[in-house]
């Protein structure tokens, strides 16, 4: 059983940078990502990056997140700038499984922004 360890929430003013951390303890083949649930919504996608790099984001932190990678580490990171009050949330790690699409997800991390 792969876990998934998150890291690097915390309270930020908003304009603000955090930079999320995600370590699986095994091997992921498939693609990682994070998702993000704002309080008293439900869960979202925000990005994710295949094994090759191809990446993807939801609309509304394009130009101002980046995802990245370490296939060597089995980790995924997240860079936050230019954060928002919106951006508030427990942020999950998520990865898969290229052939069986099995899934993980972590324990969350928080984020807090305040305007």
């Known amino acids: 059983q792969v876990q998934l360890v998150e890291s690097g929430g915390g309270l930020v003013q908003a304009g603000g940078s955090l930079r999320l951390s995600c370590l699986a303890s095994g091997t992921i083949t498939g693609s990682m990502g994070w998702y993000r649930q704002p309080p008293g919504n439900q869960r979202e996608f925000v990005a994710d990056i295949s094994r090759n790099g191809v990446t993807n984001y939801t609309d509304f932190v394009k130009g101002r997140f980046t995802i990245t990678r370490d296939n060597s580490k089995y980790a995924v990171y997240l860079q936050m700038n230019n954060l928002k009050a919106e951006d508030t949330g427990l942020y999950y790690c998520?990865?898969?499984?290229?052939?069986?699409?099995?899934?993980?997800w972590g324990q969350g991390t928080q984020v807090t922004v305040s305007s």
């Open positions: 998520k990865a898969e499984q290229f052939w069986s699409k099995r899934d993980y």
